[in-house]
Nanobody, 128 residues
């Protein structure tokens, strides 16, 4: 079993930056494919970024291209999301996720149903 804990959400102004952190713990929590998803108010949960277990391959959603960077440490089981030039449409609950397959591999996963473990979510609110 893997537990995920997110931190770093909050309220910011448009144009500001914000970083989110996810820490995975539990048996066999290292080198798992991980991702950040978000769920805007009244909308479906969508992938923001997905990283392979090896951290060699990364997928970025089109709506965040050029506005985010990530840091993944397989040994420490952490995934950080650094967001820049935030916009009101980035307002959402952000979730960290991890998959129990492809450990240490080169495949990233972008579908919600591919992930086995989820954090509790952290709210990000961007005001104009």
């Amino acid at each position: 079993q893997v537990q995920l804990v997110e931190s770093g959400g909050g309220s910011v102004q448009a144009g500001d930056s914000l970083s989110l952190s996810c820490a995975a713990s539990g048996h066999a929590a290292n080198y798992l494919p991980m991702g950040w998803f978000r769920q805007p108010p009244g909308k479906e949960r969508e992938v923001v970024v997905a990283v392979s277990g090896s951290a060699q391959e990364t997928y970025y959603a089109d709506f965040v291209q050029g506005r985010i960077t990530i840091s993944k440490d397989g040994a420490k089981n952490t995934l950080e999301l650094h967001m820049y030039d935030l916009r009101p449409e980035d307002t959402a609950v952000y979730y960290c996720a991890a998959a129990g397959v492809y450990r240490g591999g080169y495949m990233y996963l972008i579908r919600r149903e591919d992930y086995d473990y989820w954090g509790q979510g952290t709210q990000v609110t961007v005001s104009s």
